[in-house]
């Protein structure tokens, strides 16, 4: 005979599952998204952040981060049973929401890491994600979901639109503040400069990544797929179905509102924009996405959206705080927006309630405070005994060398690069020792070394460089800002040559590097006094 009550749980656990692996998924959006937009000799270190959250993040909350939640639960008005009984349980209806709320905390720690982006030593955001699993979001959670004082005066907080997102914006606008800019982010009077991340593809990867996963945050909180009343029914997948929807509407009401407000302040469809209004979007609709109606759902995602800009424009241009990723207003202000205004009238289904909207602003200042106060604390302290910001050397060659020892991008290194193909063996003409210099496009790298090898000149260096000659600088823009780009990324090759001579090696560069456009580049020959070979003590044309 089936066990109706064993079939229900089993199927509703394994819907929390299936969520919870959702929201796990979210970790590549954040990572992708980070890592486009820091410049590229910070990209392996962004990477480095976001698994350290995974790992550090998810052991402090299970160890510490729960029992503080249940404790602070406890302690401002929850029931006692809250305390005790997860810890080792084999009770599946406690491991597995116990696996969400994991989830949750390991992806409020993920939100600061994008604010203090290129400048803040590992080592400080590993201290960060314990204080921020073990503490901040506890608290938070403890006064709201686990019972605590905020949820007995009536505090809604659906999926985490301030116990998440509002928190870690706040957060991570806090840090940023506390570490100061990068260097060179502001000009001595206080004017901005434009420091672009390295890649759109990469943000906007992530972006589709978190979207994607957003539906574990929203619609695995609403649903129960059963309900056991004596027969196995359907349970509340009315409310679940709602709740897709709005997240839907949310989202792409907030990207377009975004794009909108970009389009009209610099008359171009900003790519970077649109992709963190369909986040901030998400984030307006999360903390009350179970009442909210689909106009109710248009309108805080299109709000969320449209402050976007602004709010990033405010930072940046009044408050002076290099937030690198965005996060306080895609995180911060749309998840305190979301939270506040959704008592409005025809926005909920809860309808106009000024009351709710005074509980709602009081809980916003309780999680915030807390939020703000620690966070400046823990980066005061650390930045007082140095360890919380990179040297200035270390951060100008980038943290991936100094911090990691890697190169995120071996640009020279390309497997189709090498190739001993056409090699010379007839020796030439009898030439004395001379350098061939080329600059040329990046581009034109791989036909270049495919051409030097056929007429018998296969070895070379190789360096990334940049320069300015007859190409016309180029005006780009990164989040709704202009900048000005005259120096152009080139690479030299560089070519000494005895037995093949150093004209034909230069006509074989000149033609794999040929387009007929500015910064084509160009090809030097220099005379070389004399060479010597390192492993044999071979001097001058041997040696070559």
């Not at 938070?140 to 009536?154: M, N, Y």
């Not at 100061?180 to 901005?192: E, K, N, V």
């Not at 945050?217 to 027969?231: I, L, Q, R, W, Y």
């Not at 990723?325 to 749309?334: D, L, N, R, T």
Request: aromatic share 8%.
């Amino acid at each position: 005979m089936v066990n109706v009550e064993a079939l229900a749980t089993g199927i509703n656990m394994m819907w929390v599952l299936i969520a919870s692996f959702l929201i796990f998924f979210m970790k590549a959006g954040f990572a992708m998204l980070e890592a486009g937009q820091v410049r590229a000799k910070n990209v392996s270190n962004q990477l480095t952040q976001s698994l350290l959250t995974l790992c550090v993040g998810l052991l402090t909350f299970f160890a510490l981060g729960e029992a503080v939640a249940r404790g602070v639960g406890l302690a401002t008005g929850g029931d006692v049973g809250q305390l005790f009984g997860y810890l080792g349980s084999g009770d599946l209806t406690t491991a597995v929401p116990l696996l969400m709320a994991g989830m949750f905390a390991i992806a409020a720690a993920n939100i600061v890491s994008g604010g203090v982006a290129g400048r803040c030593k590992p080592r400080m955001y590993v201290v960060y994600t314990l204080f921020i699993t073990a503490v901040v979001y506890p608290i938070a959670v403890g006064l709201t979901w686990k019972g605590g004082f905020l949820s007995q005066l009536g505090f809604t907080e659906f999926a985490g639109g301030m116990v998440i997102h509002g928190m870690g914006g706040l957060s991570g606008l806090t840090a940023a503040y506390v570490l100061g800019p990068r260097i060179g982010r502001f000009g001595d009077d206080g004017s901005p400069n434009v420091i672009p991340g390295h890649s759109v593809t990469l943000a906007v990867l992530g972006t589709l990544i978190l979207a994607f996963g957003w539906y574990g945050f929203n619609v695995g909180t609403a649903a129960t797929v059963f309900a056991d009343e004596g027969s196995l029914s359907l349970s509340s997948f009315a409310a679940a179905g709602r709740v897709a929807i709005v997240t839907s509407l949310g989202m792409v009401a907030g990207g377009l509102a975004a794009g909108i407000v970009a389009w009209k302040k610099t008359g171009k469809v900003d790519t970077l924009y649109l992709a963190n209004g369909i986040l901030a979007g998400l984030v307006g609709v999360t903390g009350a996405a179970n009442v909210l109606t689909w106009g109710g759902a248009l309108f805080l995602g299109a709000l969320a959206g449209a402050q976007l800009p602004i709010v990033f424009d405010f930072v940046e241009n009044h408050l002076r705080i290099d937030d690198v990723c965005a996060v306080f207003p895609v995180h911060g202000s749309a998840g305190i927006l979301g939270i506040v205004l959704y008592p409005l009238p025809f926005v909920s289904t809860v309808g106009f309630d000024p009351g709710q909207i005074a509980v709602q602003l009081l809980g916003v200042l309780v999680i915030g405070t807390t939020s703000v106060v620690g966070t400046y604390g823990l980066f005061k302290v650390a930045m007082a005994i140095d360890w919380a910001r990179v040297t200035a050397d270390n951060e100008r060659s980038g943290l991936d060398g100094s911090a990691h020892g890697v190169e995120t991008y071996p640009e020279f290194a390309s497997p189709d690069g090498i190739t001993n193909s056409g090699i010379r063996t007839d020796g030439g003409r009898a030439n004395d020792i001379e350098l061939v210099m080329a600059i040329v496009r990046p581009e034109a790298l791989t036909d270049v070394k495919q051409a030097l090898a056929e007429v018998g000149a296969p070895s070379l260096t190789v360096s990334d460089v940049s320069g300015r000659g007859s190409q016309d600088p180029k005006t780009g823009q990164w989040r709704g800002e202009q900048y000005t780009v005259d120096l152009h990324r080139k690479v030299k090759i560089e070519c000494v040559v005895s037995e093949v001579p150093a004209q034909e090696v230069a006509a074989a560069i000149r033609d794999a590097a040929h387009t007929g456009e500015k910064g084509d580049g160009k090809v030097f020959i220099l005379p070389v006094e004399d060479a010597l070979q390192v492993r044999t003590d071979r001097r001058g044309r041997e040696a070559v």
